[in-house]
């Protein structure tokens, strides 16, 4: 990764290894140090907004959470459970180089089919996009900015 792209994200300061190659930032949910690429790049991104200005406690955070589509293992980027430990947001993180079209919000649909969070979110870090989900209907609804998950949280 040869320069970090400027996101549509507040400024966030990150634990970073950049002269290693490849490079690494710290994971602070998973505690750990993750290969830099431009998708986790976004993801770290997202963790941070959740987190610090979302309210979400880490603990409440899980990454590349298994998802089983017909028979076949996936694995969502985020996903946020509430204090009753079930799922309240899926997010999908791509690359800024990534359109978010059709297939990323399919994807991310695809998966929620399984995890029956209320809310999903993609985003490139440049774009986001978040819907709510009816369950009446099964129909998904843009919802303006990150959706309020204190009700979930029990904050």
């Not at 430990?85 to 991310?108: I, M, N, S, W, Y």
């Not at 490139?124 to 990150?146: F, K, M, P, Q």
Request: aromatic content about 8%; some cysteine; charged content about 20%.
């Amino acid at each position: 990764m040869s320069a970090l792209t400027q996101l549509n994200f507040p400024r966030f300061v990150f634990r970073m290894r950049l002269m290693e190659n490849p490079p690494k930032i710290w994971d602070a949910v998973r505690r750990r140090w993750l290969v830099l690429t431009p998708e986790e790049w976004v993801r770290q991104h997202l963790i941070r907004l959740l987190v610090e200005r979302g309210g979400v406690p880490p603990g409440n955070i899980s990454q590349e959470y298994p998802v089983a589509l017909s028979g076949a293992a996936q694995r969502a980027d985020v996903v946020v459970t509430g204090r009753d430990g079930r799922p309240c947001l899926l997010a999908e993180c791509k690359a800024p180089d990534v359109p978010l079209g059709r297939e990323v919000f399919a994807q991310a649909v695809r998966y929620n089919s399984v995890v029956a969070a209320p809310y999903v979110l993609i985003t490139n870090g440049l774009l986001h996009c978040c819907s709510s989900l009816d369950r009446s209907t099964g129909r998904y609804a843009v919802v303006e900015g990150l959706p309020d998950l204190s009700p979930f949280l029990g904050i």
